[in-house]
């Protein structure tokens, strides 16, 4: 089954507003409190917003018959949320994989972990999308035929072409 990979967070969800509002009431980044509120189902629901280029790709590849699997290092506590932002983009995954409870390995081991089980488990992952190029190094080190798509801001570009995708998935 022919797949890409979309990450949550910088991809389909823009979530600067939450991370934002995380920083100004914790008054620090990487503490406790910090991530207690960034982390938050509700504060998630309620500042997050989707991301338009993200959700525009990830829809036409569905049109196109590719299957759509979101990996995020998002902890598993924020599937139902997670999954409703994803719904409410016109957005229905194959698959969702999330952090575990108690996971606090690095993203970008997450991604490569997530991906290769997805390739295990009868995947063709054709391209991966994330907004963190430590990420798509991991990933696409797994997925060394897939085309490697770095998002920022509002655009995307294609940081290693791969073998079974389009020649520019930034532009559909």
Same mark, same amino acid.
């Not at 997670?82 to 983009?89: I, P, Y």
């Given at each position: 089954?022919?797949?890409?990979?979309?990450?949550?967070?910088?991809?389909?969800?823009?979530?600067?507003?939450?991370?934002?509002?995380?920083?100004?009431? $914790? *008054?620090?980044?990487?503490?406790?409190?910090?991530? #207690?509120?960034?982390? !938050?189902? &509700?504060?998630?629901?309620?500042?997050? =917003?989707?991301?338009?280029?993200?959700?525009?790709?990830?829809?036409?590849?569905?049109?196109?018959?590719?299957?759509?699997?979101?990996?995020?290092?998002?902890?598993?506590?924020?599937?139902?949320?997670?999954?409703?932002?994803?719904?409410? $983009? *016109?957005?229905?995954?194959?698959?969702?994989?999330? #952090?575990?409870?108690? !996971?606090? &390995?690095?993203?970008?081991?997450?991604? =490569?972990?997530?991906?290769?089980?997805?390739?295990?488990?009868?995947?063709?992952?054709?391209?991966?999308?994330?907004?963190?190029?430590?990420?798509?190094?991991?990933?696409?080190?797994?997925?060394?035929?897939?085309?490697?798509?770095?998002?920022?801001?509002?655009?995307?570009?294609?940081?290693?072409?791969?073998?079974?995708?389009?020649?520019?998935?930034?532009?559909?």
């Amino acid at each position: 089954m022919k797949a890409a990979v979309f990450d949550v967070d910088g991809v389909l969800i823009y979530s600067v507003e939450r991370y934002n509002y995380a920083v100004t009431r $914790a *008054g620090c980044t990487d503490c406790p409190r910090f991530w #207690r509120l960034f982390l !938050d189902p &509700r504060v998630v629901v309620e500042l997050d =917003r989707p991301r338009p280029l993200g959700v525009e790709l990830a829809r036409l590849r569905a049109f196109q018959g590719i299957k759509i699997l979101v990996v995020t290092g998002r902890p598993e506590n924020l599937r139902r949320a997670t999954l409703a932002q994803l719904r409410e $983009a *016109g957005i229905r995954p194959a698959r969702l994989l999330m #952090r575990g409870p108690g !996971d606090s &390995r690095p993203e970008p081991v997450v991604k =490569r972990d997530a991906v290769e089980t997805l390739i295990y488990g009868g995947y063709e992952v054709a391209e991966i999308h994330d907004d963190n190029v430590d990420s798509l190094h991991a990933a696409g080190g797994v997925a060394r035929s897939a085309t490697l798509v770095l998002h920022s801001d509002d655009t995307c570009m294609v940081y290693r072409r791969g073998l079974l995708a389009p020649p520019n998935p930034c532009r559909g």
